[in-house]
Each structure stands twice: as structure tokens, then as C-alpha cells.
């Protein structure tokens, strides 16, 4: 099974930016869609974007579309996320996730460990 290690994240203030990265683990990469959640002090874990396993299909939750930028580097094993304009809002930790296969709307099979972003007003 695919294991996801995530660097990145820090405090930034509002307007802002910073970049995640999630590193997976073993060959079998390219086959899971890979997606982004976040989780806010008191709220339950939300969706944020998610990416096919080709790279060229993307979904935002709306409250970053237009801010945020998902990718991925199918020879590196790598997707990141790009998070610009950030707003004191963003603030949570974020967690990337693997789909069950290359499409994200089939069930996530693995999570990272999770890294806090914090933006100041």
C-alpha cells in the first residue's frame, strides 16, 4: 500500500504564500488519484482539491479554487499543493490523501501524517 510522507507548511500571513509536498512511496503512484483535506481546530476534516492519476483532471472545494493549485510529478512521486492569497481562514492542519485508484471519487486508501499551516491576520 502507497505511504505518504508530507513536508511544508509553517506560519505565513494573510495574503501570503506557501507549498505542500507529499512524497508517496513504491511504484504503484500513478495508478491513485491523490487529493488534499485540511482540518481546522474544532471542525471536522474538509475536502480542498484533489487531482486525477494523470495530472490533467483537478477539483477545488470553492472556498480555494482560484487561490490554491494542486500538481503532481508522476517521476518523482510527488503532488503538491501551491497556496496563494492565503487568508487567516486556511488556517488548519492539511493532510494529503491517495485515492483507490486513479479517479478521486473512488474511496482514499491512505493519509499522511499531516502539517500545520497557520496564517496571521
Known amino acids: 500500500q502507497v505511504q505518504l510522507v508530507q513536508s511544508g507548511g509553517g506560519l505565513v500571513q494573510a495574503g501570503g504564500s506557501l507549498r505542500l509536498s507529499c512524497a508517496a512511496s513504491g511504484d504503484t503512484f500513478r495508478s491513485h488519484a491523490m487529493g488534499w483535506f485540511r482540518q481546522a481546530p474544532g471542525k471536522d476534516r474538509e475536502f480542498v482539491a484533489a487531482i486525477d492519476w494523470s495530472g490533467t483532471d483537478t477539483f477545488y472545494a470553492l472556498s480555494v479554487k482560484g487561490r490554491f493549485t494542486v500538481s503532481r510529478d508522476n517521476a518523482k512521486n510527488t503532488v503538491d499543493l501551491q497556496m496563494d492569497n492565503l487568508k487567516p481562514e486556511d488556517t488548519a492542519v492539511y493532510y494529503c490523501?491517495?485515492?483507490?485508484?486513479?479517479?478521486?471519487?473512488?474511496?482514499?486508501?491512505?493519509w499522511g501524517q499531516g502539517t500545520r499551516v497557520t496564517v496571521s491576520s
Open positions: 490523501a491517495a485515492y483507490q485508484d486513479g479517479s478521486y471519487t473512488t474511496p482514499r486508501i491512505a
